[in-house]
């Protein structure tokens, strides 16, 4: 009985372990490289003049990002953090975390959205733009843009 125990376990392990190690889908290879390195990073509300940073790195085919903007002389934040899941043409899908924090939106406590995201090039624009706009925590809508470099 323990040892099935021990095998069921470990197979569970074994799956969980392979899930989260999945390769990131790349159906274009150029959209791919145009995506890898460090990126200018904004949230509206913080500001389009002082950016933050996003890098995207590339370990074994998984493919992740991790960035965070501040403001200046404010507590204000975005951080991004997760595992880039499949690369397009015109968009990528994120699985991760991003949280914000503004002064004048949820009582200037800190927003967390986990999950599955979208962020699209749109038009003419030079950055790929988070599709899940609506802030969760209260009624305004969020621009998250990560630039080309």
């Known amino acids: 009985m ?3 125990a021990a095998l069921i376990a470990t ?3 074994v799956i969980a372990i392979s899930v989260l190690g999945q390769k990131t889908t790349v159906t274009d290879p150029v959209a791919a490289r145009m995506l890898l390195g460090r990126h200018m ?3 509206q509300w913080i500001s389009w003049d002082y950016f933050g940073a996003a890098t995207v790195t590339n370990r074994r085919g998984i493919y992740s990002v991790k960035g965070e903007q501040k403001g200046r002389g404010s507590t204000d934040f975005v ?3 997760g595992t ?3 690369i397009d043409a015109k968009e990528f899908a994120f699985d991760g975390k991003i949280v914000l924090q503004v002064s004048h939106i949820n009582g200037g406590q800190p927003c967390e959205r ?3 995201f979208t962020f699209k090039i749109t038009g003419k624009r030079k950055y790929w733009r988070l599709m899940q706009m609506d802030n969760p925590c209260d009624a305004v809508t969020d621009y998250v843009d990560i630039y080309f470099r």
């Open 79 to 81: 951080t991004i953090d």
């Open 11 to 13: 197979a569970s392990l």
């Open 84 to 86: 880039i899941t499949r």
């Open 41 to 43: 990073l904004s949230l």
């Open 114 to 116: 986990s999950g599955e």
């Open 2 to 4: 323990i040892r099935k």
